[in-house]
């Protein structure tokens, strides 16, 4: 019994810690402000998608 609460336990340790480590492991000064974030989509959106050699539409 004792071995089955340390296993519960250790996986709920292990879920705490991917969640943790999910959340606040991002970039160093925290994240970008909106008006990077927004230029950085239009930028995105301007490109058109890479197609492979080839193909045809």
């Given at each position: 019994?004792?071995?089955?609460?340390?296993?519960?336990?250790?996986?709920?340790?292990?879920?705490v810690?991917?969640?943790?480590?999910?959340?606040?492991?991002?970039?160093?000064?925290?994240?970008?402000?909106?008006?990077?974030?927004?230029?950085?989509?239009?930028?995105?959106?301007?490109?058109?998608?890479?197609?492979r050699?080839?193909?045809?539409?």
């Amino acid at each position: 019994m004792t071995l089955l609460l340390l296993e519960a336990l250790g996986a709920l340790v292990l879920l705490v810690f991917i969640v943790w480590w999910t959340m606040f492991s991002g970039r160093q000064k925290g994240e970008l402000p909106d008006s990077v974030e927004q230029e950085k989509r239009a930028a995105a959106d301007q490109k058109p998608p890479p197609q492979r050699p080839g193909t045809r539409d």
